[in-house]
């Protein structure tokens, strides 16, 4: 059984940050869980475009208010504690954040901790990243 | 991409209640994320014994305090918001809970909604339940 406490990883080697958000990764591929597992924290009046090409992922909000934009089709939809989005499409989508965003956010295949975001808001899949 | 809300979701199909617990079922199976995630409301007071042989879960709490011990080892974690634990190893666990519970669940492989919890704390293989 794998027990860690978020409090007390921000700051560590299990904590990534950008100016305007922080994802503390839970658990990460080498758990070995099939899944990777993040809660990240994102700053009031930041806007963040993702296409995640190689991964599927789903977020649920626990904190926070905005909205998310699908490219595809324009669909905006509002996002508030209880609301969950999935990128069940690799999903291009623009996040636009009003109030500190928290999201428990899962992806699959599980995030290594290597990857970066690349220029087209993607990561790389799991055997261009090794 | 696929957007639900929790919030509307209670006393619907996609929730499952017994006494003392519901479970939301954001993602099921048929999502075809690759893990079903769930919202897991406890009540305070009840105490749970599970054993989840075929699947690897990730519980973080939202909400809520309680204890989690590891029936293999006799260890006990407390649990409060911030904390996760991952059965990396389908650990037979008692999870007591203190305050109500808020549990946000990845299930990997995906649950299909159509599990029930046998005596022996586990749910069956998906191969085991179609």
Sequence with gaps: MIVRDENKMHGTE???SAEQWTSV????????MGFSFHITHIKAGSVHTFHYKN????VYCIKGKGRIEDIATG??????PGVMYALDKHDKHTLTCDEDFVFACCFN???TGNEV????GSYAAPDEAA
């Design 75 to 80: 669909e905006v939809h509002e996002i508030e």
């Design 117 to 120: 975001h690349r220029e087209d």
């Design 25 to 32: 990764r839970m658990l990460l591929a080498d758990d070995a």
């Design 14 to 16: 299990r904590s990534v």
């Design 55 to 58: 991964h599927f992922e789903s």
């Design 109 to 111: 295949p599980p995030v």
